[in-house]
DNA sequence: AAGAATACAGAACACTTTGTTTTGTATAAA
DNA sequence: TTTATACAAAACAAAGTGTTCTGTATTCTT
């Protein structure tokens, strides 16, 4: 990929991200983000066809790393004991959450927190489904499969809210536990 | 109030009921609500000053009505036995829905559901503080009361969403053993 | 290092939407 | 009937959108 583009595209990202952390996404024009990214309205549409195209294309980057680790190599990334368990996979994504870079704290944290929460919780499906209702996790409650894969990410997601927006006052573990709290009970 | 003003305040909600169910909120220009309610410029600025601000008006409209008799009558509406316990309250909400108009459903299950169910939400909050927080339901858990009260309301809506996102196939009756199928577990 | 390729800036463009103002008319309330 | 006011219609500046053009600067390639 050609540096300019790179930097370009950094320089969109960037401008973007602390639009979206400073006011509402249906409020932010196309001309203020190419404003503080200081390009030329040209680059803009040359690089992004819409601002939606763009929100979309900054979820995967913000999400994508986060998911696909936990995805790829769900354990043994961290040196504290866990169970092989699926489990700790929410651990895992809490602690990755908590050593992010600040965007995606921030972004979950601000007032468009429910468009990344939205994209948040379409990724963990597909890891629950995996993590889960693929070994067979999910058949052991008389409720049916598909209302427990929405329930379990509807409340992880929901559980990440409330942790951020009560500043992270928990730990990961605590909040796992909490989380836990509320899903254990239905699956035994 | 006066009837003309009654009159265009109804055309624009049902406008604004159409286009919502049709397209994406942010895409509905106000010209086209003016277009569709067949009113003048003028007028839409003389009665909401923003989109915005009809929204929280048709939301107020369509919510409130649910909310307000779930909170001040919660049993004794319907003819069928059902327990003295504030978990009716649930089963007594999802028959409230299914009877409404059909503009609330519609809107729930538009792409601008988020928006509703955010609504929705939001009061239901209160409605679980005082059906549950209150009576001290609440206190049986080792789990945080306000990490309670948000995962019960969260659940609650993410239910109706399944329930909704799926047709209605099941009866109201159904869904709320499911879904106290979630929490009894936690409460007790 | 030289050439070809291309990403970019800047300006101009037609177009849509917004929110306000003005003037006159029709309908409601007194 | 008289008074009040909700409304329509038109015009307005302002801002934003998405595209097209031309020339310049940077980069990749060989």
């Known amino acids: 990929m050609d540096r300019r583009q790179k930097k370009t595209r950094e ?3 960037k401008a973007f991200t602390e639009l979206l952390a400073e006011k509402n996404y249906n409020q932010i024009a196309v001309q203020e983000i190419i404003d503080a990214a200081d390009i030329g309205r040209t680059t803009f549409y040359a690089h992004f ?3 939606d195209y763009l929100l979309k294309a900054l979820c995967e980057k913000l999400f994508g790393h986060i998911i696909d680790t936990a995805m790829g190599s769900p354990h043994g990334h961290y040196h504290y004991s866990c169970k092989y368990s699926a489990d700790s996979v ?3 994504l809490l602690k990755h959450l908590q050593e992010s870079d600040r965007n995606i704290l921030e972004l979950l944290s601000s007032q468009n927190n429910e468009i990344f929460l ?4 379409s990724n963990l499906k597909k890891l629950i489904i ?3 209702a693929d070994k067979g996790l999910l058949n052991k409650s008389s409720l049916p499969e598909d209302f427990l894969i929405n329930h379990i990410a509807s409340s992880f997601v929901e559980t990440v809210y409330w942790w951020l927006s009560r500043k992270m ?3 990961p573990e605590e909040i796992t536990e909490y989380f836990l709290g509320t899903i254990e009970p239905i699956l035994n």
């Open 118 to 121: 939205r994209y948040f919780k």
């Open 49 to 51: 066809e819409t601002k």
């Open 130 to 132: 995996t993590q889960y």
């Open 169 to 171: 006052k928990e730990t």
């Open 90 to 92: 929410f651990l895992h």
């Open 11 to 13: 320089a969109i990202f």
